[in-house]
């Protein structure tokens, strides 16, 4: 049984799969409940044991907990502006990879998203195609509310909801029936934490927490519980958040990272980066050794007007800096 | 001649929506139109003449905005066919949240948006059930969560329609949806077509103009409330919940 259930306990089992104890209690086993310690085996036959473990598998397959994981994303080629082929012929991003992209207003950044967004099959300005997992992807990435390819985080978004933290991470997980939304909702609230730094509690309402406290959760709810394998950030903001921690949670949670950025030090965070012009991808590179060692430095020159900003707003003279 | 049916509350970003839209198909060399239907006030018509778009509009007045719609809607598939257009859309507020422009066999497409509450999709009704594309606005302004919460929301009281996020001011999305419009069926005439959802049956006094209040003034189809229900227990006169009709009231 690949779920090893028998070597389960009845705490765990029901935290894994919350669905599990209606179904017990339906086929008068509901007393299981009592002896949250006890091991299944323990507590259930074999025919049982197996009745279960199909029960579950057949939830997951409803869920879409079971579904393949998208585990890497293709773009292939299609024309420029004006009609020549994208000199980028083939671009494969995979999970837990961050790739920037770059190029001037008009270029056909916000195009090159809306193709990933949408699985173009061709049927775009662009003429491009997409694959998941190196397959011709089904209809419901296109239309469906449980499948979005893509997650969106941006300067301009706001909590409206009046809600508490928890309600609110309370809400999110049971509209996308996750399992164990307890651990879910813990892990999302340390991590906004720390990504903050300033920490709020649980019982906060969503509309009273700061610009970074409020990008912070965004981010760490995104990264947990957010059913998009891909994450698109439109310019972190600098106030406030640690964006390279931010960055590595988002990676930690199997999502593949693309920004559209023109700050030096996000774009030079990344592992590879897209040049846009002309509607075409024109190449993708990877920063240099040299850049790597200029990251160091601009973060030193970011900490540097951050200490500045700070002191104008203690109402110092920057006569020296 | 393609014909779209465009419902949705007000300000949930329908005028956004088409424009962008429809730009799409002006940019192929469609011809394309638009009538607006609305109770007393618009100025949706300026917008759209402005980006080329041929317009009528139509004021309903005193009456429900649907109402007038179905019974000038054939007029209107008419106007569109005469224009030569390519594509005709109606655009229409769903005021009373009870009635639904949407007609078999034509393209029915609601919007709504994110900012509306998540209470939203389930007390609109019929025009939010009875669509085959749901576009979501205002997604550039919440979170990712309250996104896919409210997308969830609408999936449960449509789970059949197409679902789509379009941003009304930059036009994201809106190039996805025009390719849905384009798609669909020509409409030679909508003369026997069936709505999808038949306009609620009253007619009452206030409906006529009546002010008075009390049950002498009320005759036609009156409902009248239940107080005496155990809170908690289904309450009465939901948008959805029709139930039996008390007709006649006073005198
Ligand atoms: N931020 C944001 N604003 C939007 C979006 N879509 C529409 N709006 C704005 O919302 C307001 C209402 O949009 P309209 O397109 O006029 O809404 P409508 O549904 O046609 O309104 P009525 O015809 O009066 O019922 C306008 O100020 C739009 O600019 C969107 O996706 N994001
Ligand atoms: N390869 C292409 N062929 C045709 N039109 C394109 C192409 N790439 C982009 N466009 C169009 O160019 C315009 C500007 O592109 P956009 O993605 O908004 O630029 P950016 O986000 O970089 O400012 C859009 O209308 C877009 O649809
Ligand atoms: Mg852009
Ligand atoms: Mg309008
Ligand atoms: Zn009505
Ligand atoms: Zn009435």
Known sequence: ?321 | MRFVTVSGPPSSGKTAVIIKTLEHLQKDGQKVGVVKFDCLFTDDDELYRKNGIAVRKGLAGALCPDHYFVSNVEECVQWGLQEGLDVLVSESAGLCNRCSPHIREVLAICVIDNLSGTGTPKKIGPMLKAADVVVITKGDIVSQAEREVFASRVHMVNSKARLLHVNGITGQGSFELSTLWTGTEETATVEGKKLRFSMPAALCSYCLGETRIGSDYQMGNVRKINLDLPTGSKTDGGPQDLGPMNTGGGS
């Open chain 1, 1 to 321: 049984m690949s779920r090893q259930l028998e070597t389960l306990t009845v705490e765990t089992v029901f935290a894994r799969w919350p669905f599990v104890q209606q179904q017990l209690a339906d086929n008068g086993l509901g007393d299981i409940a009592d002896r949250p310690e006890a091991r299944l085996a323990e507590l259930l036959d074999a025919d049982q044991l197996s009745d279960l473990d199909g029960f579950i598998g057949v939830m997951e397959e409803f869920l879409g907990t079971n579904e393949e994981k998208v585990g890497e994303v293709t773009i292939t080629g299609g024309r420029a502006k004006d009609g020549s082929p994208e000199p980028v012929t083939e671009l494969t991003v995979k999970v837990g990879e961050v790739i920037c992209i770059v190029g001037p207003t008009g270029s056909g950044k916000s195009r090159l998203l809306a193709d990933i967004e949408w699985v173009a099959r061709g049927d775009t300005p662009t003429g491009r195609h997409v694959t998941i997992n190196g397959q011709v992807p089904d209809d419901k990435w296109r239309f469906s509310s449980e499948y979005k390819l893509v997650a969106q985080l941006s300067q301009n978004m706001n909590f409206v909801m009046d809600l508490s933290v928890e309600e609110f991470l309370n809400l999110h997980a049971e509209s996308r029936l996750a399992t164990d939304p307890q651990e879910k909702i813990q892990r999302i609230w340390n991590w906004a934490n720390e990504l903050a730094g300033e920490p709020f509690a649980l019982d906060t309402p969503v509309t009273s927490l700061s610009g970074g406290q409020s990008r912070a959760l965004m981010i760490a709810d995104t990264a947990v519980l957010s059913s998009s394998p891909v994450v698109l950030i439109d310019e972190i903001e600098n106030a406030g958040i640690d964006r390279q921690q931010a960055l590595d949670i988002l990676i930690r949670e199997e999502k593949i990272v693309l920004m559209a950025t023109h700050d030096p030090i996000l774009a030079l965070m990344g592992d590879r980066r897209v040049i846009i012009n002309n509607g075409a991808m024109q190449k993708v590179i990877e920063p240099s050794e040299a850049e790597r060692a200029n990251l160091k430095e601009l973060r030193a020159l970011d900490a540097k007007l951050m200490s500045l900003r700070h002191r104008l707003r203690m109402g110092e003279r920057l006569d020296r800096i």
